[in-house]
């Protein structure tokens, strides 16, 4: 079968130096880029986070042109909004227009230098006042590793729109070119006959920073989409940024198709039965995690079962419908929305955070827990000691409403599917990372180091903060007087289609100023649809659910 790209006619020699061009440009940059990594990572006071931290304008969990561009100038490198916007462009690796503190990692740690990559990652974060900028070696360091992307970005483009303009340049033709044994993917060979055949021989490193660049899913091959995107040429406006704007985004089409990769689970989800095999793998081995040898004391304390609300049943519409929410509540509930889209956003960073550590798994991470080795379920009080351990000492209301978000078939007992889901982040190139085995750490072995503990820590923390907030949310609401669930729901479906689609939950938010990406829309749906949720329509009694309070205590 071959590709469709393969039936094109092939391109011309002098279109073949114009790709060779922007291939050597990609290549020289990377390296150059590289250098200034090194030289950065090689400086003792730099910790990624705080670097990051220290860019952000505001607090958030991700940066944006303007954050690039303010410390760029703060560095006396003069950079146009339209540059930092170009700047953004090339190091935005998911294209959802900011920069998550993993692709900032990807910025900013060495890819060739595994050992000063690992003991970058170790370095511990330190706070900074407000206005206080990092030791002036970091700075400028930093500020210079981001000027020469920038320097390197717009070299490229420069030859790509030489290269695009070629009467006879297409995107199947320049693969065509590469692929001499029409495998329907790039080798380093192929690179490397490439440029012979031109007499312009490319060396080993030039095509090891070709890769890192463009082969995304780093298997080895550049797959024709991999090329492709490499060599576009995009002429799109340059859009508001989505923190600092105040003006509502343009209206969308209904038809548009929405990310799907952002929602993907594990390539194989793990069961129950996975953990234990795991558990008896363990006692196999005598190697138990870090625990106490003496046994805990277990008290009569049983977990309570979720009085999960009632279900309300489905609407029955009619010719007379109750009027949607008046406009200031419609507001209200739009700011209600993103700040769930925020604090999911700041999870699945730490998420993401946690599945990059070398030592971190999911099955020790639930044996964490699973102290008394029950064969994949913790109750409450068990989640409780283990959060202890963690020095998280949550009350017993807020454990309550974290087992009501997570424990899917409601009997009071977190599962080890459960707890996976909870951790795998929602990204794909993430998730995989989390196929990893266990350990089968000694007895006297901590599990986790430091910072993975750390990590674990922060995620189960913010896990938690978030269904508090997410129950204050509801209460807020519920305690308006002119609002109510059904009026709610019916103004979201604006359409009356008897159901809710990530479509409707943009419009909302865009008719009340809020900005929100692909990824925003589908974390804000599996609020109301749940983390096992495969259906993107959210009917009224899982609006009424998850918009309900759940618990007696005021928040």
Do not use: W
Not at 473 to 486: C, D
């Amino acid at each position: 079968h071959k590709h469709p790209c393969l039936l094109i006619q092939m391109v011309s020699r002098l279109t073949k130096h114009k790709l060779a061009d922007v291939l050597l440009s990609i290549a020289e940059g990377e390296n150059k880029a590289e250098v200034l990594r090194q030289v950065l990572a090689e400086k003792y006071n730099f910790e990624p986070y705080t670097a990051f931290k220290r860019i952000a304008l505001a607090p958030s969990s991700y940066l944006t042109s303007t954050d690039l561009r303010e410390f760029l100038l703060d560095n006396k490198i003069t950079i146009t909004s339209c540059e930092a916007y170009d700047l953004l462009k090339h190091l935005d690796l998911n294209k959802d227009g900011n920069l998550s503190y993993s692709e900032f990692l990807n910025v900013v740690l060495p890819k060739t230098d595994s050992a000063l990559r690992q003991r970058v990652t170790l370095r511990q974060a330190y706070a900074l006042e407000d206005d206080e900028c990092l030791p002036y070696e970091v700075e400028y360091a930093l500020s210079r590793l981001l000027e020469e992307e920038l320097n390197n970005f717009q070299k490229t483009e420069a030859l790509k729109k030489i290269l695009v303009l070629s009467y006879d340049y297409t995107a199947g033709g320049a693969f065509r070119a590469l692929d001499y044994d029409d495998k329907n993917y790039l080798t380093p060979e192929d690179f490397a006959d490439f440029s012979d055949e031109l007499g312009r021989p490319l060396s080993d490193n030039h095509i090891d920073a070709i890769f890192r660049r463009i082969d995304n899913d780093k298997d080895n091959r550049i797959s024709y989409s991999e090329l492709l995107e490499a060599l576009s040429y995009p002429t799109s406006e340059i859009p508001l940024s989505p923190r600092r704007s105040h003006v509502s985004s343009p209206r969308h089409t209904r038809g548009r198709s929405l990310e799907k990769s952002y929602a993907s689970p594990l390539k194989s989800e793990i069961k129950d039965l996975e953990y234990k095999d795991y558990l008896y793998e363990s006692k196999r081995r005598s190697a138990s995690p870090r625990r106490s040898a003496s046994p805990r004391r277990v008290d009569a304390y049983s977990t309570p079962t979720k009085s999960a609300s009632k279900l309300i049943d489905e609407p029955v519409y009619s010719s007379r419908k109750k009027s949607p929410l008046r406009g200031y509540e419609e507001e209200g509930l739009a700011k209600s929305f993103k700040e769930l889209i925020n604090d999911s956003k700041l999870l699945e960073s730490t998420k993401n955070d946690l599945a990059l550590r070398f030592d971190f798994n999911l099955f020790d991470a639930f044996r964490y827990f699973d102290f008394y080795g029950s064969g994949a379920y913790i109750s409450s009080k068990q989640f409780e000691e283990g959060l202890a351990e963690l020095k998280l000492y949550p009350t017993r209301d807020e454990v309550n409403l974290f087992f009501k978000r997570f424990d899917s078939d409601y009997d009071g007992l977190l599962r080890f599917n459960d707890f996976s889901k909870l951790l795998t982040p929602k990204s794909l190139e993430y998730a995989k990372l989390l196929d990893r085995k266990p350990r089968y750490v000694a007895e006297d072995e901590p599990i986790f180091t430091r910072e993975t503990e750390r990590l674990l820590a922060k995620a189960l923390d913010l896990a938690i903060r978030n269904e508090v907030h997410a129950e204050s949310i509801r209460q807020r609401l519920s305690r308006r007087p002119l609002f109510n669930i059904y009026d709610a729901f019916k103004t979201v479906d604006k359409y009356d289609q008897g159901f809710i689609t990530q479509e409707d939950l943009r419009e909302i938010l865009e008719d009340n100023g809020v900005f929100a990406t692909n990824k925003d829309v589908t974390l804000l749906l599996e609020r109301f649809k749940g983390i096992d949720s495969v259906s993107g329509k959210v009917s009224y009694s899982e609006f009424a659910r998850e918009m309900s309070p759940k618990s007696h205590r005021i928040y």
